[in-house]
């Protein structure tokens, strides 16, 4: 049935500029009697496009196509909505996005040629990742789509294309994860005698993470650079005197060198000022002081003498490692800061933790020196509820997630609900949806987080990262051949099979899989290069899941044949007497340096403190930090 002529709204949307949340809420009720009631779809597609939900828009003006055409005017937005999620799609690394442009295309929308022919590469940067013929022919398909004169065109043919198309295209190839063709693009490019610096040094790391430590370049390629400048800073040991007496003319790589030569060997203070005085240093220089001086005297008057010396970004640094999160908080002020800070005192907010809440508390000032910490302006989530900050570093996605989040508190329906407008917000479901996946997962509900990581997967079945989410909730939810099959699609398509694969046998032994982890460990191994970080981190995960599995002489075996030295189990965090001062003291550092710390190292962290808490007594807290630990350990 064809529509009748346009209009700017049906009878059932409600008009323009009026409040859309009551209207669109009967909408929702109405179509959940008839959900393919193309009139319905149609009033509510036009009600959310003019509420600035994007997202929804397209999936009920979507559900109209399936039974007729649509007005003009409704052809026209749903081609503008369209080319805005092809836009999205294109922010967050997604190859289809050249689909949307067809898509708009066909409902009559204009498409400037930069955005498609960005699309079309990227689709090709997509399929080839995965390295193989039908991703190859994919990829020459979109790419000659895309028309003449660009440069990346020049991997299509290496051997006759100018040179420096050819490192382009192959640094764009490297550049975008296709590593195995942007390795065959620079072989060609050093073959016919390409050198330039920056080329080199991206022919040379995927050459080592092609071959690892079997194959050399060439002799003659090494002896060629080796006068260039490649980036490795001299760090030489002179004699230390000398170099200070001539500080002033080293370079910032000399002049860093010798500041951590000297603070390792606890030369004094005035030795180690006077080089960082004397000229530009790198972040390490002062990254190496302030070791020293909390080595020698945590939060005394040396390391707040160089905080307030220091760079910003290097004195945060030094902060975050050191788990000094009142201090980094006052220094570098954010929304997650503020929060991880309002969690923490909370939690230590009884009797028996409160003498050591306040001596960190105390030490955090003098550290923030004329800093002033920020009062939150809403109370946070309480520890062992989700912190949504670990999930988007984006300030507005952070808040969207806590409403749900909050909501999910007293109802999960509710949250549910307010998931889908959140979602509905952003053009394409691969903006937010995989947000609100891991917070379902890190609130403790793998159904709904599963729901949302099988949605994210269908938007872009051919998208690596959107099939590593689904693997990772499935696992999660205690589906490990399920999982398994995500799993090897993404490593298929990611570009570099061996990492993502690892990364998959982490997955299962942090949820007590060992059998699908040794499984996964031993395909990586095969899949990386020996001598090489992903390859040692692959047997590691194989010897640890055999030990699991009761064949700890095979594990001992498997890393004597690789020749890697055993992996002692991190040794248990010791604590001192319990309600002692000191004690307190610990159990306020480490719940501080768990809030901060990456995920794996702030799972264990969380359960170590709550293992020490639940033997103290004081199993509230113990409990959350068990939850805490969860919520980070996917």
Not at 60 to 84: I, K, Q, S
Not at 251 to 262: G, K, L, Y
Not at 404 to 426: H, K, M, Q, V
């Amino acid at each position: 049935m064809v529509s009748c002529a346009p209009t700017a709204h049906t009878a059932d949307a409600p008009p323009p500029g009026a409040d859309l949340a009551r209207p669109i809420e009967a909408l929702r009720i109405r179509l959940a009697a008839d959900p393919g009631d193309p009139g319905l779809n149609l009033a509510l597609a036009q009600a959310l496009d003019r509420a600035g939900q994007p997202g929804g828009a397209v999936r009920h003006y979507e559900e109209v196509l399936r039974h007729r055409r649509l007005a003009d005017a409704d052809r026209g937005a749903l081609a503008r909505l369209y080319l805005e999620r092809a836009r999205a799609r294109l922010a967050v690394g997604d190859g289809d996005a050249w689909r949307d442009l067809d898509r708009a295309a066909g409902q009559g929308g204009r498409v400037s040629g930069e955005l498609e022919r960005e699309a079309l590469f990227a689709g090709a940067l997509a399929a080839l990742r995965h390295a193989d013929r039908p991703g190859r022919e994919a990829a020459r398909g979109l790419m000659e789509r895309a028309g003449l004169g660009d440069v990346r065109l020049a991997m299509l043919d290496p051997e006759r294309a100018p040179l420096p198309a050819v490192a382009a295209a192959g640094a764009w190839l490297a550049d975008g994860g296709a590593r195995r063709v942007a390795l065959e693009v620079y072989e060609v490019y050093v073959a016919r005698g390409g050198r330039a610096p920056e080329h080199a040094r991206r022919y040379l790391a995927l050459h080592r993470w092609w071959y690892g430590d079997r194959e050399r370049p060439s002799g003659l390629f090494l002896r060629e650079l080796a006068g260039a400048d490649l980036g490795t800073p001299s760090r030489g040991a002179g004699a230390l005197d000398q170099l200070v007496a001539r500080a002033a003319e080293l370079t910032p790589d000399e002049r860093t060198a010798a500041v951590v030569e000297a603070a390792a060997a606890g030369r004094s203070d005035e030795l180690v000022d006077r080089l960082l005085s004397s000229g530009a240093v790198l972040p390490d220089a002062w990254e190496a002081a302030l070791r020293a001086a909390r080595d020698r005297d945590p939060g005394g008057p040396r390391e707040v003498a160089l905080c307030d010396r220091a760079p910003l970004a290097a004195c945060a640094a030094h902060l975050r490692q050191a788990g000094e999160l009142g201090a980094l908080a006052a220094r570098a002020p954010s929304a997650a800061l503020d929060s991880a800070l309002a969690r923490w005192r909370a939690a230590l907010d009884q009797p028996r933790l409160r003498e050591g809440r306040d001596a960190a508390l105390s030490r955090w000032r003098r550290l923030a020196a004329s800093a002033h910490a920020r009062s939150p302006g809403k109370p946070m989530l309480p520890l062992g509820t989700v912190d949504v900050h670990r999930l988007s570093g984006d300030g507005a996605m952070a808040a969207g997630l806590e409403r749900i989040a909050r909501a999910y508190l007293r109802s999960p329906a509710s949250a549910e609900r307010l998931a889908e407008d959140f979602a509905d917000g952003a053009p394409a479901l691969g903006q937010r949806g995989p947000l609100i996946a891991e917070l379902f997962l890190a609130l403790g509900d793998p159904a709904r987080a599963w729901h949302w990581a099988e949605a994210v997967s269908r938007s872009s079945p051919d998208h690596a990262p959107y099939a590593m989410l689904a693997g990772a909730v499935s696992v999660a939810a205690g589906a490990p051949d399920r999982a398994d099959v995500f799993f090897t699609f993404a490593a298929q398509a990611s570009g570099d099979a061996g990492a993502t694969t690892v990364e998959a046998a982490r997955l299962f032994l942090a949820h007590g899989f060992p059998l699908p982890a040794l499984a996964a460990a031993r395909r990586a191994v095969q899949l990386t290069a020996a001598g090489q970080p992903e390859r040692l981190q692959a047997v590691r995960l194989a010897a640890r899941a055999m030990d699991l599995l009761g064949r700890a002489a095979d594990a001992r075996r498997l890393l004597a044949e690789e020749r890697i030295a055993a992996e002692a189990a991190p040794a248990p965090l010791a604590f001192p007497p319990v309600d002692t001062a000191a004690w307190q003291a610990a159990i306020a550092d480490r719940l501080a340096r768990a809030l901060l710390a990456p995920r794996e190292e702030a799972a264990r962290l969380f359960t170590a403190l709550a293992d020490e808490l639940d033997a103290a007594g004081i199993h509230d807290v113990a409990a959350a930090c068990r939850r805490e630990a969860l919520s980070v350990s996917f």
